[in-house]
Nanobody
Framework: QERLVESGGGSVQAGGSLRLACAAS????????MGWVRQSPGKEREGVAS??????TTVSADSVKGRFTISQEKGIVYLQMNSLRPDDTAVYYC???????????????????WGQGTQVTVLS
């Protein structure tokens, strides 16, 4: 059974950093789009970044480019978040889907499997 478990959330002052981790199990890690999607209260889910596990190629939303970096190592996907701002406050979800063509998106509708989410709060 496919399972995604997030960790690393918490509270941080504006300008600070956090690193989220997503441990994946129950499926073959290669040939996957793995991504991070966030949701703030009253807002729709917003895609943040994704990575194609077969090649390590990444895609990021314009709102986080230059601040957030997605990476992978040994079946774990990370989201390094620097220069955090109060509007980054959200529940961050790890998500995945099978892709054989290597084309990933940050569109939340492109993901089929989801973790439970981890809260990130950025204090002003």
């Amino acid at each position: 059974q496919e399972r995604l478990v997030e960790s690393g959330g918490g509270s941080v002052q504006a300008g600070g950093s956090l690193r989220l981790a997503c441990a994946a199990s129950g499926f073959v890690f290669n040939l996957r789009c793995m991504g991070w999607v966030r949701q703030s209260p009253g807002k729709e889910r917003e895609g943040v970044a994704s990575i194609y596990t077969g090649r390590g190629t990444t895609v990021s939303a314009d709102s986080v480019k230059g601040r957030f970096t997605i990476s992978q190592e040994k079946g774990i996907v990370y989201l390094q978040m620097n220069s955090l701002r109060p509007d980054d406050t959200a529940v961050y979800y790890c998500a995945s889907n099978t892709r054989s063509d290597g084309v990933c998106s940050v569109d939340p509708t492109s993901f089929r499997f989801w973790g439970q989410g981890t809260q990130v709060t950025v204090l002003s």
